[in-house]
Nanobody, 121 residues
């Protein structure tokens, strides 16, 4: 059972990146998928979450209107499109799977390894 996050990189402020999170060993259809991020010296925080059905999507206030979460169950992959990136978005981004969307990251069962996003000013 594995989640593989990818797509991070270095981008200038105002730029865009698309993160991917691919699952292997289990089917994402049955899980809510959350994206979290952790900046150096800061607590891990929730960025977005989509329900297993895809019917509900949640965003942190700090990313609303800039980030878009999508899932492709046929590819067993979810995506986080990040537009209008700001230096404060710099962090390691993680995807995680749980039965439902939870704000508490401790509740999540499976985690990707993280992908670094760096936004320069």
């Amino acid at each position: 059972v594995q989640l593989q996050a990818s797509g991070g990189g270095l981008v200038q402020a105002g730029g865009s990146l698309r993160l991917s999170c691919a699952a292997s060993g289990f089917t994402l259809d049955y899980y809510a998928i959350g994206w979290f991020r952790q900046a150096p010296g800061k607590e891990r925080e929730g960025v977005s979450c989509v329900s297993s059905s895809g019917g509900s999507t949640y965003y942190a206030d700090s990313v609303k209107g800039r980030f878009t979460f999508s899932r492709d169950n046929a590819k067993n992959t979810v995506y986080l499109q990040m537009n209008g990136l700001k230096p404060e978005d710099t962090a390691v981004y993680y995807c995680a799977a749980h039965r439902i969307c939870e704000t508490d990251y401790h509740m999540y069962d499976y985690w990707g390894q993280g992908t670094l996003v760096t936004v320069s000013s």
